[in-house]
């Protein structure tokens, strides 16, 4: 830490040059010292940085003399050296502290915005304290050390920046000290120096000094040269651009002695009688001059012999001088302060808030591989948790089921019965010939039940009679099966069909008829098994992906973690997805194209009614009774019911077989890719996709895969580090006003 401490060169100064007693009292101190000490730690905790806090701001060109006014202010000797001219903010803040015996100065740097950790870390570990004494040669040091820790440029090759948006903060504490706080900004500059300043140093310049000058709650203390022309200043635009009615502008003229012969009158009455500068007027000060200086003369004699002159005694007393300043400043800051300090704790709290839930926001932080696995593991756990309850509908235990897209259990029940009344409905090329149950009527009744199922299931699907009901899933679009219209059976021919089969394969068959026959004309009436087949089970992996892609950005902190979760799985989950759809594949081939077998008994009582039914039907149309009790049939009606052809024999015989062996291999389909495709494969068996998803998966992930799914991206980080270094300021500054 620099120690700037009572050695020969650091001889404490007057604000003239001769040795000060320190226990002289300034003539006037400030009021209200509590709630001036409360800003000073504001501005110490960097709460200027988000609010505007009430300040004085010493602003002006760099020849205008604004260094001997905070000289003649402070007391302290401003280097002049033109190598360490004012390069950044100083923020000078007087302290009068009753336990001291004698003055103690302490340097601290505030980091500007945009100060990177490192930067801000070595910005801030600097400091200067325990100083007793510091004159021209010792602040002269210490303003190297500065410039040095700031890296701010020395020379003229070495690249370094000229100025910086950082603060030195100068506190200066003792027994008589007023209760003071000054801002002095570099001064604004038209002209550049080869090598130390440019033209971006210009501009960075001049926003820095209307930043401060900016801030409503300031009073600005333009500082202006009495020998030149005034109105058309820079500095002096700029004050009434961004201060209109003046009623925070402080006019301070220097160098009266410099004005020619005849020029006074204007100045004074300028002074005396003010201008369109402000309504808080204008002081004249007289400072010394470089020569004067080195002479060592006493700055507030000169001043006071300066205004004992014929010409310049016109100016009274309450605008002249160093201690006319003070007063005006003692005045200004006052009710300044006063005025603005409960709309500064109200707007502190406000921002502090604003601050906090914008961090929450950001979530947990997930900086390093143990916070990014933790966060991981919270994701899986919540997921398995919800998956599971989705399975089992229990429904009412979170409101992430009142999206009914996520109930899952109840969306895969309903697609299973689409599917199953679909292929009931429309599985068939041709409509059977009635009489076993299966009327027109009934069909109908069906079709009518699962048209109205498939509405009240989604709002926004295909036709009832496309294969598939739900819109496509984007991602895992190409794997989809594409919606195809499913046309109802066709209500008529089925025996003619049966017929030109019988007859363009039979052979030498003596009341019997090649058994290759139903193979074939199976595979014919299970034409859109497959479209259907396939049109379900892209419908329940459509279920399945869409439940898992919402449960995640529902539970993700973060969307981003959500969408790297989703693609780092994706080819895990399509393979999944394949394997139903592959069994499906599987299903259709044994169904279709392998031997028609089963060990169903439903299929000899389906066979059995279909014969009964035909016999029944075709005697009945010789019933005969003699009473409404009963229904006879003639001996010898019963051989002409059996009366036909060999083929129709064959043909109708043929029929029977089909439709019973069609009916229960339908409903083995339909349970088969229930339960096989869909629910092992992609609900409830052991390899389904929502299992991708746990701690062992987690666990499994190297750190770069961690970084890659569940860290935070730049702009996060940058977030997070301003706002976690905002609320620190905040937290600081709160309380500050507490204390």
């Known amino acids: 830490m620099p120690k700037y401490g009572p050695t020969p060169e650091y001889k404490v100064m007057t604000k003239h040059g001769a040795p000060m007693k320190m226990n002289e009292a300034h003539e006037t101190a400030l009021a209200d010292p509590i709630l001036l000490a409360k800003i000073d730690r504001l501005f110490a905790c960097n709460v200027g940085e988000y609010i505007s806090l009430p300040q004085l701001v010493a602003v002006g060109d760099q020849s205008s003399g604004k260094s001997s006014v905070l000289e003649g202010l402070t007391g302290l000797s401003f280097p002049r050296d033109s ?81 910086s948006n950082s603060v030195l903060r100068l506190e200066i504490c003792g027994p008589d000290e007023d209760h003071l706080s000054v801002i002095d900004v570099p001064g604004i500059f038209k002209n550049t120096t080869i090598g130390p300043t440019t033209k971006d140093d210009m501009a960075l310049v001049r926003n820095m000094v209307e930043r401060y000058m900016a801030n409503p709650r300031s009073i600005m203390l333009t500082v202006v040269p009495a020998n030149v022309d005034i109105a058309t200043q820079e500095i002096i635009e700029m004050a009434h651009e961004l201060d209109p009615t003046g009623a925070r502008t402080l006019g301070i003229l220097t160098k009266p002695d410099l004005v020619d012969k005849g020029a006074e009158d204007k100045v004074i009455n300028l002074i005396e009688n003010g201008s369109t500068t402000g309504q808080l007027g204008w002081v004249l000060l007289r400072n010394l001059g470089k020569q004067e200086l080195q002479d060592g003369l006493d700055r507030d004699l ?91 509908t229990d429904y009412g235990s979170s409101d992430i089921f009142n999206n009914h897209e996520l109930r899952l259990a109840t969306m895969i029940s309903g697609r299973n019965s689409t599917f199953a009344k679909d292929m009931a409905v429309r599985g068939h090329e041709y409509n059977f010939v009635s009489g076993d149950g299966d009327s027109e009527d009934e069909r109908q009744k069906m079709s009518r039940e699962s048209r109205n199922l498939i509405l009240s299931y989604d709002a926004t699907i295909f036709k009832s009679d496309a294969s598939r009901k739900l819109p496509d899933a984007p991602d895992i679009q190409e794997m989809l099966e594409i919606p195809t219209p ?216 190297s750190n770069d895969k961690l970084a890659e799914i569940a860290g935070e991206d730049a702009n996060t980080l940058r977030k997070r580090r301003q706002l976690r270094k905002q609320i620190e300021d905040l937290e600081a500054g709160k309380n500050a006003l507490a204390s």
Not at 133 to 160: R, W, Y
Not at 351 to 376: V, Y
Not at 542 to 561: E, M, P, S, T
């Open 83 to 163: 190598g360490l001219c004012t390069r950044f903010v100083t923020q000078i803040i007087f302290c009068r502290m009753q336990n001291l015996t004698d003055r103690e100065i302490s340097a601290s740097i505030i980091p500007g915005p945009g100060a990177s950790p490192e930067q801000e870390q070595k910005l801030r570990a600097w400091s200067a304290a325990g100083v007793h004494t510091l004159k021209t040669s010792g602040f002269s040091k210490m303003i190297q050390d500065v410039h040095e820790v700031m890296g701010l440029s020395t020379g003229p090759d070495d690249k370094k920046p000229t100025f």
């Open 302 to 392: 000169k001043e006071s012999a300066f205004h004992a002159t014929t010409t310049w005694s016109r100016v009274s007393t309450e605008n002249y001088g160093v201690n006319a300043l003070r007063t005006r400043l003692k005045e200004l800051l006052t009710s300044n302060v006063r005025r603005v300090f409960p709309e500064v704790r109200v707007e502190l709290a406000k921002k502090l808030k604003e601050a906090t839930k914008a961090f929450d926001a950001l979530g947990i932080e997930r900086s390093s591989p143990e916070q990014q696995r933790k966060i991981l593991l919270d994701i899986v756990s919540r997921f398995e948790s919800i998956t599971r309850r989705a399975l089992t």
């Open 486 to 701: 499913v046309p109802a059976p066709r209500s008529f021919g089925i025996h003619t069909w049966i017929d030109q089969a019988y007859s363009n394969s039979r052979g030498f068959e003596i009341g019997t008829f090649n058994p290759t026959i139903v193979s074939t004309l199976f595979r014919e009436q299970t034409a859109k098994w497959p479209t259907l087949g396939m049109g379900y089970v892209s419908d329940i992996i459509i279920i399945i992906h869409q439940f898992i892609v919402r449960v995640l950005n529902d539970i993700c902190v973060d969307n981003n973690i959500a969408a790297s979760i989703i693609s780092l799985i994706m080819d895990e989950l399509t393979d999944r997805y394949r394997l139903a759809q592959d069994q499906v594949k599987f299903l259709l081939t044994v169904e279709r194209e392998g031997t028609l077998m089963t060990m169903n008994h439903y299929l000899n009582d389906n066979l059995q009614k279909c014969r009964q039914n035909r016999i029944g039907n075709a005697m009945s149309m010789s019933t005969t009774g003699d009473s409404e009790f009963v229904e006879v049939v003639r001996l010898g009606d019963i051989g002409q019911a059996h009366h036909m052809s060999n083929q129709t024999h064959t043909v109708n015989d043929i029929h029977d077989i089909l439709k019973s062996y069609y009916k229960v291999a339908r409903k083995r389909f339909v349970d088969s890719v229930c339960m096989q495709a869909a629910d092992y494969y992609l609900v409830t068996g052991p390899q389904t996709p929502m299992n991708l998803l746990s701690p062992t998966w987690v666990n499994d992930l």
